[in-house]
């Protein structure tokens, strides 16, 4: 089983006490008092989740986002005040498989308003090769399904039992945010349960979402645009989160180690993608912000490829090509046409 490391839920010792400065900058004033007045109290598991409630809920949300800037949201130890923070909360948005112990911690909070992003989209299967030409056939049926805007009711076919087995052999990938589609799907549904939640500004989050669905719907164009004329269609990343991404623009991901990104390859994998880089002409390994880029570097020694950055936007750092979520897609389109040689 290729699982990132698990974390119970009684691992709360030893982690740092979540402090004020996690809160959203557009939240910090209100919460200095100790109180956010008549905002309604968000909850947020990690970055792609706090940035959704950020810009649908505008000024009528207070955001806390359980995962601190620079950590990796799989690693997450949750503290007794952040525990307790959950079950005060008005509304809590979460991505279920991810975060093991945030996922039981909201099971046992009790919160009326609890929303999970997986449910919002439909969740596929992605190994640590993705093609998006293997799977042209399929994609163009769920385009006609879903549609590229994503229809409302996509959401309704998600079983409970999809998608939540994290990092294990055939179970579904969790990383929907990266495919700016599926992303503007969850926006739309995190919009009517914030209008379900909070009636009284309910018009403001159906123009913020719209908004939003606009930028993302801009994003998707122009990786579109961007990613058309390739000179290769395949790039290997240590973290193979890009499957989504892969799928929606027709390029191969080749994960190094499939979907953690600390692990190590084997021997046997290594030599694989020396010949797949030959055969396909790939010229980049991508490394991740949040993990070490030592196995990068290695491979790309051994096989003279170059490093870059292909950022999984699971946190927003100092080094972040990019201030949010969508400044730092536009860089990782501008790392994929370099290294796809896009003309």
Same mark, same amino acid.
């Given at each position: 089983?290729?699982?990132?490391?698990? #974390?119970?839920?009684?691992?709360?010792?030893?982690?740092?006490?979540?402090?004020?400065?996690?809160?959203?900058?557009?939240?910090?004033?209100?919460?200095?008092?100790?109180?956010?007045?008549?905002?309604?109290?968000?909850?947020?598991?990690?970055?792609?989740?706090?940035?959704?409630?950020?810009?649908?809920?505008?000024?009528?949300?207070?955001?806390?986002?359980?995962?601190?800037?620079?950590?990796?949201?799989?690693?997450?130890? =949750?503290?007794?005040?952040?525990?307790?923070?959950?079950?005060?909360?008005?509304?809590?948005?979460?991505?279920?498989?991810?975060?093991?112990?945030?996922?039981?911690?909201?099971?046992?909070?009790?919160?009326?308003?609890?929303?999970?992003?997986?449910?919002?989209?439909?969740?596929?299967?992605?190994?640590?090769?993705?093609?998006?030409?293997?799977?042209?056939?399929?994609?163009?049926?769920?385009?006609?399904?879903?549609?590229?805007?994503?229809?409302?009711?996509?959401?309704?076919?998600?079983?409970?039992?999809?998608?939540?087995?994290?990092?294990?052999?055939?179970?579904?990938?969790?990383?929907?945010?990266?495919?700016?589609?599926?992303?503007?799907?969850?926006?739309?549904?995190?919009?009517?349960?914030?209008?379900?939640?909070?009636?009284?500004?309910?018009?403001?989050?159906?123009?913020?979402?719209?908004?939003?669905?606009?930028?993302?719907?801009k994003l998707n164009t122009a990786y579109e645009t961007g990613l058309k004329n390739t000179a290769t269609k395949t790039f290997i990343t240590t973290h193979s989160a890009f499957?989504?991404?892969?799928?929606?623009?027709?390029?191969?991901?080749?994960? #190094?180690?499939?979907?953690?990104?600390?692990?190590?390859?084997?021997?046997?994998? #290594?030599?694989? =993608?020396?010949?797949?880089?030959?055969?396909?002409?790939?010229t980049t390994v991508f490394f991740e912000t949040l993990a070490s880029d030592r196995t990068a570097k290695t491979l790309a020694k051994d096989t003279g490829l170059k490093t870059d950055v292909l950022?999984? $936007?699971?946190?927003?750092?100092?080094?972040?090509?990019?201030?949010?979520?969508?400044?730092?897609?536009?860089?990782? =389109?501008?790392? $994929?046409?370099?290294?796809?040689?896009?003309?």
């Open positions: 089983m290729n699982v990132r490391r698990l #974390i119970p839920t009684t691992a709360v010792a030893g982690a740092v006490v979540l402090g004020l400065t996690a809160l959203s900058a557009c939240s910090t004033s209100d919460a200095a008092d100790g109180g956010n007045g008549d905002k309604l109290k968000v909850t947020a598991s990690f970055y792609p989740m706090q940035f959704l409630a950020e810009k649908i809920g505008g000024e009528h949300v207070a955001v806390t986002s359980l995962t601190k800037p620079g950590v990796e949201p799989h690693d997450l130890e =949750l503290t007794p005040r952040q525990i307790g923070s959950i079950s005060e909360s008005d509304y809590v948005l979460y991505l279920k498989g991810i975060q093991p112990a945030v996922d039981d911690a909201i099971k046992q909070s009790g919160v009326k308003n609890t929303v999970d992003a997986a449910t919002l989209t439909t969740l596929e299967n992605h190994g640590a090769e993705v093609s998006g030409h293997d799977h042209g056939h399929e994609e163009e049926a769920h385009e006609d399904e879903h549609g590229h805007e994503g229809e409302e009711e996509a959401h309704e076919e998600h079983s409970e039992g999809d998608g939540h087995n994290h990092g294990e052999e055939g179970g579904a990938d969790p990383h929907i945010w990266l495919d700016p589609v599926k992303y503007a799907e969850v926006a739309k549904g995190v919009g009517k349960s914030l209008e379900k939640a909070d009636p009284d500004h309910a018009a403001d989050y159906k123009k913020n979402t719209e908004a939003l669905v606009g930028e993302l719907n499957g989504y991404l892969a799928e929606r623009y027709g390029l191969t991901q080749q994960g #190094i180690a499939g979907i953690d990104p600390e692990a190590e390859p084997t021997p046997a994998r #290594i030599q694989e =993608l020396h010949t797949i880089a030959e055969k396909e002409k790939a950022d999984p $936007l699971e946190g927003i750092t100092k080094k972040s090509q990019g201030a949010d979520y969508i400044e730092v897609m536009e860089s990782n =389109l501008a790392a $994929l046409q370099k290294a796809l040689g896009a003309k």
